[in-house]
């Protein structure tokens, strides 16, 4: 028979138990549990010698499976919620671009949206955007964010605004000088830039571009192709990938075409993921907000089971330097993050799901901070045994 003063013990300890699991992930760390950095998952780090903030850029698959892992152990199931997210945020990854006639501030690079926590995702672009600035202001852009969620708009700062000053009349201007950065009299330029001749390309690629052409041609049909090319990031978060790129005429109109091969989604660090081409639609149906298929961009299914991404080489009026180095860059670099910050806020906020998040939120606006900076604190301490500089 047990004695009455433990059968007291222990309806206590479970009175306790289901107190701390009700309120999982309220306490800093989780009830006080400690973000611990082991495992690293050594083997899914991408190395680079380029420094610390390019290791984190190369490496947003690595920031999922490692932080999810995390999150999954300290955050609460509404911190949690999912939706359509992004999955690199980050300053480059949003421009100027024209879509319908008109200069837009979208998501530009769609390689690794898909299905994920909300929350993380923002967590995503604190971390890449604190690394190469000293001092940046977190909380001010952890607010932003919060206001995003529900609903407000900040306003675009000077920066922005005069890079979507740009009118439709200018559209053809605008494509003429991308393209005179990249060619001449009706070639590409291999000389001042990072593209190379296809004759020059590996030979995997060339016979690679040999099965995948036709594909790309259907998609030029009104136009007259005037030469090709290859370009290959060596850094980022897309080095290796190929990139073929079509100088196409029409009329008096230039343009250059970029069809970039999507490799695998960065979120499978997270989960499974949809089919490239559906996952890409869907989202952004989410983050620009109109019909995304439009002249200029696409995805485009080509030869045994490879998928691109079909965009226009405009020039972004928009110039941020990740990497501030004085005043003027450092306090431009920050109104366009924390705008960023704002924007992504929004369009998660426009998702059923993301209201779940944004109640526990509001229940506890420091706590979640504080619990995310956390995270992200011992994720950068993880990225600096990995990719020591």
Same mark, same amino acid.
């Given at each position: ?25 309220? $306490? ?8 611990? !950095? ?8 991408? +190395? ?22 995390? +999150? ?39 390689? @690794? ?30 607010? $932003? ?20 000053? +740009? ?6 201007? !605008? ?34 571009? $040999?099965?995948? !052409? ?41 343009? !250059? ?37 439009? @002249? ?44 960023? +910050? ?48």
């Amino acid at each position: 028979m047990t004695h009455p003063a433990l059968r007291s013990i222990s309806v206590l300890l479970l009175v306790v138990a289901t107190f701390l699991g009700g309120h999982r992930a309220w $306490a800093v760390g989780g009830c006080g549990t400690e973000v611990k !950095a082991r495992p690293y998952f050594k083997a899914d780090w991408r +190395a680079t010698d380029q420094g610390l903030i390019m290791g984190l850029r190369a490496n947003a698959y690595h920031y999922w499976k490692w932080v999810g892992h995390r +999150a999954r152990q300290l955050f609460s199931k509404e911190l949690l919620a999912e939706g359509w997210i992004v999955g690199d945020p980050h300053g480059l990854n949003f421009a100027d671009v024209w879509i319908h006639g008109k200069k837009r501030f979208v998501l530009v690079d769609v390689d @690794d949206v898909g299905r994920g926590p909300f929350l993380l995702d923002f967590g995503r672009l604190l971390l890449i955007s604190r690394a190469g600035d000293k001092g940046f202001p977190q909380k001010e852009m952890y607010d $932003a964010y919060r206001a995003g969620l529900k609903g407000v708009t900040y306003d675009k700062p000077k920066i922005l605004k005069e890079a979507l000053s +740009a009118k439709d009349k200018e559209f053809k201007r !605008a494509a003429k000088e991308s393209v005179g950065k990249v060619s001449e009299k009706d070639r590409f330029d291999f000389e001042g830039t990072d593209l190379i001749p296809i004759s020059e390309a590996p030979v995997e690629l060339v016979q690679q571009l $040999a099965l995948d !052409a036709p594909y790309f041609q259907a998609r030029l049909k009104d136009y007259t192709v005037l030469d090709q090319a290859l370009r290959v990031k060596t850094e980022g978060g897309s080095q290796g990938i190929p990139r073929y790129w079509y100088l196409v005429s029409k009329g008096k109109l230039e343009l !250059a075409y970029e069809f970039k091969q999507i490799s695998d989604v960065a979120l499978k660090g997270w989960s499974e993921q949809l089919d490239h081409a559906v996952r890409i639609w869907e989202a952004l149906k989410v983050f620009w907000g109109v019909d995304a298929a439009t @002249d200029f961009f696409s995805v485009v299914r080509a030869a045994e089971g490879r998928t691109y991404w079909q965009r226009p080489r405009f020039r972004s009026n928009l110039e941020i330097n990740m990497e501030p180095s004085n005043k003027k860059e450092r306090e431009e670099f920050r109104q366009v993050s924390i705008y960023i +910050a704002n924007h992504l806020g929004r369009r998660h906020g426009l998702q059923p799901q993301a209201e779940r998040l944004r109640d526990q939120i509001e229940k506890d606006p420091d706590g979640v901070f504080n619990l995310l900076m956390q995270l992200l604190n011992r994720y950068v301490e993880v990225a600096d045994v990995l990719n020591p500089s």
